[in-house]
């Protein structure tokens, strides 16, 4: 193991993510909240530790091996927790270092999941930086990095197979410095035209510009106490909706768009499944609204699947206290925890991909209890899934559920309620961010014990590096030779 390339590019990303501190630092000069020296002193010691580091462990040529690769990933995500939380202690939002690293942790994750009870009183410059936290882990910090790394003279493609841990079958470009490009260059363009659209259907710029930010990345961290519900519009909830969606959706199919018009998603498996669960999901939980809750069919329709897309989308915004709604639709809300949106966007969960493959192969063992000697491939539309890949779908699945199980269990022995621990531990392992009862959208985190609070940091850690990358760190095997 050579942690000279580690340290090096640790380095690197922590002099992007200085340079990130500087958009923060001129919304606090604008609004004059007293968090300027707070995020002046973060940033300059964010940017010295990078300098430091840049400097010390530079080298004429950096060779980046498989295992470099996953340790790099994996070190990065905690140094960036580590360090996004600098300007919440140094302002003094947080006294704790486990609640300022709970909130940055779950911002660069996008999980939203908040330990802050009055979100709307903290000064403009933590609350920009709060969001675009949200908006660099989106797409992912690693990511970003690849398009600048091999300006450094150093490839990417390790750091993209750890950080990208994802099933799917599109690939649109062939080099994985072009693929980052683009990816970013699909966000980007969503994130102008987002910010747009809120701006003229009534929200201020400053609002306009958090939202772009928490809606384009899944997070769902908002200005707003009571979220999306504070603005009592149906048009801006209908413009987060359509963005929260295509944000769950595969930025390829989006690039591939361009050129290729809808057929790329009327072609796509995965693309449809995620469909019609949104739509089937919708359904059900509208109709349980109607029945037992809403006396309009428009108003449960709207709150319906503004809710299940967020929660899907992994987003975790609310446009009203769904903890109040009945327990049908509640499990709903559960259930859609754990499916996630596409492979390749920023939602996180199982994904649909994974979802819709465990659902062909029980298909398929049905089928070969009737037919023992046929021989079934497993197919997403034309092409054969490799026995490798529904191997990596089922270990993942299988230790995302071990995840969830031990997790859940440690909360349940803190004396917390089960639903409050099944649904915090779904939501924070889902990167979704508000459950059920004790941590639903009116409420919060910080209720939760100080163990509790770094195993639901580990969740979502694991659920944004997608398991392996954090698990292959504890074997043997990867620390021999």
């Keep these: 193991m050579r942690l000279r390339p580690v340290l090096y590019i640790l380095g690197v990303i922590n002099i992007c993510i200085a340079f990130a501190m500087v958009a923060p630092l001129i919304v606090s000069f604008i609004f004059k909240d007293g968090d300027t020296g707070a995020i002046a002193k973060a940033l300059s010691a964010t940017a010295f530790v990078g300098l430091v580091f840049f400097s010390i462990f530079r080298g004429k040529k950096i060779e980046v091996g498989h295992r470099e690769g996953f340790l790099i990933v994996a070190l990065a995500w905690l140094n960036?927790?580590?360090?996004?939380?600098?300007?919440?202690?140094?302002?003094?939002?947080?006294?704790?270092?486990?609640?300022?690293?709970?909130?940055?942790?779950?911002?660069?994750?996008?999980?939203?999941?908040?330990?802050?009870?009055?979100?709307?009183?903290?000064?403009?410059?933590?609350?920009?930086?709060?969001?675009?936290?949200?908006?660099?882990?989106?797409?992912?910090?690693?990511?970003?990095?690849?398009?600048?790394?091999?300006?450094?003279?150093?490839?990417?493609?390790?750091?993209?197979?750890?950080?990208?841990?994802?099933?799917?079958?599109?690939?649109?470009?062939?080099?994985?410095?072009?693929?980052?490009?683009?990816?970013?260059?699909?966000?980007?363009?969503?994130?102008?035209?987002?910010?747009?659209?809120?701006?003229?259907?009534?929200?201020?710029?400053?609002?306009?510009?958090?939202?772009?930010?928490?809606?384009?990345?899944?997070?769902?961290?908002?200005?707003?106490?009571?979220?999306?519900?504070?603005?009592?519009?149906?048009?801006?909830?209908?413009?987060?909706?359509?963005?929260?969606?295509?944000?769950?959706?595969?930025?390829?199919?989006?690039?591939?768009?361009?050129?290729?018009?809808?057929?790329?998603?009327?072609?796509?498996?995965?693309?449809?499944?995620?469909?019609?669960?949104?739509?089937?999901?919708?359904?059900?939980?509208?109709?349980?609204?109607?029945?037992?809750?809403?006396?309009?069919?428009?108003?449960?329709?709207?709150?319906?699947?503004?809710?299940?897309?967020?929660?899907?989308?992994?987003?975790?915004?609310?446009?009203?206290?769904?903890?109040?709604?009945?327990?049908?639709?509640?499990?709903?809300?559960?259930?859609?925890?754990?499916?996630?949106?596409s492979a390749g966007s920023t939602t996180g969960a199982i994904k649909c991909i994974r979802i819709l493959l465990l659902f062909k192969l029980g298909y398929r063992e049905l089928y070969r209890l009737i037919h023992p000697h046929a021989v079934v491939p497993i197919k997403l539309g034309r092409m054969v899934i490799p026995p490798e890949i529904i191997s990596g779908v089922m270990g993942f699945t299988f230790l995302y559920l071990v995840l969830f199980v031990l997790s859940s269990l440690v909360l349940t022995s803190m004396d917390i309620d089960i639903v409050t621990a099944i649904s915090s531990v779904g939501a924070t392992i889902g990167n979704i961010g508000p459950g059920l009862n004790a941590v639903g959208p009116y409420s919060n985190y910080s209720e939760i014990p100080f163990i509790g609070k770094w195993v639901l940091i580990f969740n979502m850690l694991m659920g944004r590096l997608e398991i392996y990358t954090l698990v292959i760190l504890f074997t043997p095997a990867f620390w021999r030779g």
């Design 80 to 341: 960036i927790g580590f360090f996004g939380a600098l300007p919440y202690l140094f302002s003094g939002v947080f006294s704790s270092f486990v609640d300022a690293y709970f909130e940055s942790i779950s911002g660069f994750t996008t999980t939203g999941a908040s330990v802050l009870t009055h979100i709307s009183d903290l000064p403009h410059g933590i609350l920009f930086w709060r969001s675009m936290t949200q908006w660099l882990g989106g797409m992912g910090i690693v990511l970003l990095s690849l398009a600048i790394l091999p300006l450094l003279g150093i490839g990417g493609m390790q750091l993209y197979k750890a950080e990208a841990s994802i099933v799917t079958t599109d690939k649109f470009v062939p080099r994985v410095t072009e693929m980052a490009k683009v990816l970013w260059l699909v966000y980007l363009f969503m994130s102008i035209v987002l910010l747009v659209l809120l701006r003229i259907s009534g929200m201020n710029l400053f609002d306009s510009f958090i939202h772009t930010f928490t809606t384009i990345s899944t997070g769902g961290f908002s200005d707003q106490n009571i979220s999306i519900e504070y603005y009592q519009s149906p048009i801006i909830e209908s413009i987060i909706m359509v963005f929260m969606f295509l944000a769950a959706t595969s930025f390829a199919l989006h690039y591939r768009f361009y050129n290729e018009r809808f057929k790329v998603y009327k072609e796509n498996s995965e693309f449809k499944f995620y469909l019609l669960v949104l739509f089937f999901a919708g359904i059900i939980v509208t109709i349980t609204l109607r029945i037992g809750f809403y006396d309009s069919l428009l108003s449960s329709i709207r709150y319906a699947f503004f809710q299940v897309i967020s929660i899907q989308t992994t987003t975790g915004y609310s446009s009203t206290d769904f903890t109040r709604w009945p327990q049908l639709a509640q499990y709903m809300l559960l259930v859609l925890m754990f499916i996630g949106g």
